[in-house]
């Protein structure tokens, strides 16, 4: 057994089962050991945010990491867009980077960098193994690492002669440079209890700011609890790993994105308090607007930070407030197919009445998507991921990781064509895979978040060059074109009617585009 292999079978025996490549020569023995252990599950993909999307995809379906395979310092580099939103959503991932020879890096070969550097921008642990003798350790410990609540990006560099030497009978000295780990308690905090428990006594003054874990299942049924007893606000951030909404699930409203709405939504509120939940700030800086988005001198208390245990606590509080009611949950949306041109609100309606159950849909429809929150709220049961990180390029892949975590249930990805174009090449991995992914592009044939935050940021009227980097025509994108290039049949709809047939129909196929003209 060679040392590639040892690594494989560590893999394995962690629980990580799936494994998104993009290789080069210095992980050839890898791929020979991924070829002759067939329990992993391997995945290509054509560039590597690809690879790192969809292993964030992956994890936020599954709740265990997948594995990614990356060649040298430059494929690393390619993944760290994605790599970046996954560290923002908690998702747990094992990077396997190649690296040269340890006898060659002194040649300084074309391909030579400072994988560790790079690394380390977007990871939780890095390590180079520095022989085979310490291969399956070095491996079980990125595994374990990435499983540290909550989620980690574990990234564990391997020179290609540890993998291709010959793995040595007998145990390895372990090490181990593992974090205590801590969970914190809202009574081990000095003054939370009666604090919080006093906040939410006053009622409505009091919100309630859910994330992480805690908008998903029993933790979000308690929160609404408490909010049905309590007479508190509840908001779950914006952003979200991974949301369980949907009829029979407890409503809770996102904050909005934008700063001036998400200030006037805060602005009632005398006491914040966070489950799972980071204080509130504006996305960006904005001239003569505030960048912490709750209201003045008001009060921020923390009932639980990301891995702990949500619903443990919230369970406590409702206890400590009486809170045995049932939470409001929302119904069954009424409304049918919808008619007529395109508009945004008809586009989320018709969405709501299509959505198949336990449907997956991952957002990144930017600022065609902003509203679709209320209105999506009555669909049939589902999970909503959204990019944590801000790096578009982040649904078409996660997209493909979620399929692959979850077959049986459909992913409906969302996302506009400007962010689509970063990532595009997982269509291909779709159609290889044969996955069940719907890919809605919102072609509105511009960057328009761009074009409304020159105005935000107050940078005037865009001129004929700076039009030039907003708008994406001269040529217009062929998304039917490109789609079919890359093996995923699809169609374009320029009503409503048409987009509702549209996704019907595609729920029945493997992976399939709809090209929204906007």
């Known amino acids: 057994m060679n040392g590639a292999e040892k690594l494989v079978h560590t893999l394995l025996d962690g629980g990580v089962e799936v494994c998104f490549a993009n290789p080069g020569t210095s992980e050839m023995h890898f791929v020979a050991a991924l070829d002759r252990i067939a329990r992993m599950r ?61 006898h060659h890096l002194a040649l300084d070969a074309p391909l030579t960098s400072d994988i560790d550097g790079i690394a380390a921008t977007m990871s939780d642990w890095v390590r180079t193994c520095p022989t085979v003798a310490q291969i399956g350790d070095d491996g079980a410990e990125a595994v374990r690492q990435a499983h540290l609540r909550p989620g980690r990006i574990a990234t564990l560099i391997l020179p290609a002669d540890v993998a291709w030497s010959e793995f040595p009978a007998g145990p390895a000295r372990s090490r181990s440079d593992t974090p205590a780990e801590s969970a914190v308690h809202w009574s081990d905090r000095e003054g939370n209890r009666d604090r919080i428990v006093g906040a939410l006594r006053e009622g409505s003054s009091t919100l309630l700011l859910l994330g992480e ?41 996102r904050l909005p994105y934008a700063v001036d709405p998400a200030l006037a939504a805060l602005a009632k509120y005398r006491r914040i308090v966070l489950v799972g939940a980071k204080d509130p700030v504006a996305f960006f800086a904005y001239p003569d607007k505030p960048g912490r ?41 009424t409304h049918g197919l919808q008619e007529g041109p395109l508009t945004l609100e008809g586009i989320a309606r018709t969405l709501a009445a299509v959505l198949p159950e336990h449907a997956i849909v991952v957002d990144e429809s930017v600022t065609s998507g902003r509203g679709f929150d209320a209105l999506t709220a009555h669909s049939a049961p589902h999970d909503w991921l959204t990019g944590c990180g801000g790096s578009i390029g982040y649904a078409l892949p ?104 549209g996704l019907q129909r595609s729920f029945a196929s493997g992976p399939s585009l709809i090209e929204v003209v906007l």
């Open 42 to 102: 391997c995945v290509l993909g054509l560039h590597e945010t690809v690879v790192t999307g969809a292993a964030d995809g992956y994890y936020r379906i599954a709740d265990k990491p997948a594995a990614t395979l990356l060649h040298l310092g430059p494929g690393l580099a390619n993944g760290l867009s994605n790599l970046h939103n996954a560290r923002k959503a908690r998702s747990a991932i094992v990077n396997i980077v190649g690296d040269h020879a340890v």
């Open 213 to 253: 874990r805690a908008v998903r299942g029993q933790a979000r049924t308690l929160a609404g609890q408490l909010a049905a007893a309590t007479g508190c606000g509840l908001l779950a951030e914006y952003f979200s790993a991974r949301v369980e909404r949907g009829a029979g699930r407890p409503i809770v409203p």
């Open 293 to 333: 988005l709750a209201a003045a001198g008001s009060e921020i208390l923390t009932l639980s930070v990301p891995g702990d245990d949500h619903e443990t606590l919230l369970r406590e509080l409702c206890s400590a407030v009486g809170a045995t009611g049932s939470a409001v949950l929302a119904g069954r949306a």
């Open 398 to 501: 996660a997209a493909a990781g979620a399929a692959i975590a979850a077959p049986g249930r459909r992913v409906i990805a969302l996302s506009g064509d400007g962010s689509s174009m970063y990532s595009l090449q997982a269509l291909w991995t779709m159609a290889r895979e044969e996955l069940d992914v719907t890919v809605v592009i919102f072609a509105n044939r511009a960057y328009s978040i761009l074009r409304n935050e020159l105005a935000a940021v107050g940078a005037g009227t865009p001129g004929v060059r700076a039009t030039d980097m907003l708008t994406l025509d001269r040529p217009v994108l062929d998304w039917l074109d490109l789609a079919r290039g890359m093996g995923v049949p699809g169609t374009r709809v320029t009503d409503l009617a048409s987009l509702g047939e």
